[in-house]
Nanobody
Framework: DVQLQASGGGLVQAGGSLRLSCVTS????????IGWFRQAPGKEREGLAC????????NTASSVKGRFTVSTDIAKNTAYLQMRSLRPEDTAVYSC???????????????WGRGTQVTVSS
């Protein structure tokens, strides 16, 4: 079974940094792209960044470009989202998802990990 687990969230002050991890198992990590998403209360889910182990493609949403960086460690079957210069509006539940081949992840996305809460205080 495909499994993903996001972790690393928490409470941070505005301007601070966090690194989220997405630990995966149950599939050939090299063949997949990993996407990061977030959803704030009352808002639509937002795609943030994607990185493909299959073809090396990446993309980052304009709303976080320059502040968020996505990466992977193939040896650990883990993807990361480094978040810097955090703002109160970044407060949301952050989740990772997997899909075969390249970025971006396109609907329908079947494989999701349980999210991690990020709260940024002002």
């Amino acid at each position: 079974d495909v499994q993903l687990q996001a972790s690393g969230g928490g409470l941070v002050q505005a301007g601070g940094s966090l690194r989220l991890s997405c630990v995966t198992s149950g599939f050939t990590f090299d063949d997949y792209a990993i996407g990061w998403f977030r959803q704030a209360p009352g808002k639509e889910r937002e795609g943030l960044a994607c990185i493909s182990n299959y073809d090396g493609s990446t993309n980052t949403a304009s709303s976080v470009k320059g502040r968020f960086t996505v990466s992977t460690d193939i040896a650990k079957n883990t993807a990361y989202l480094q978040m810097r210069s955090l703002r109160p509006e970044d407060t949301a539940v952050y989740s990772c998802a997997a899909q075969k081949y390249g970025c971006p992840l396109v609907p329908p996305i079947h494989d999701w990990g349980r999210g991690t809460q990020v709260t940024v205080s002002s």
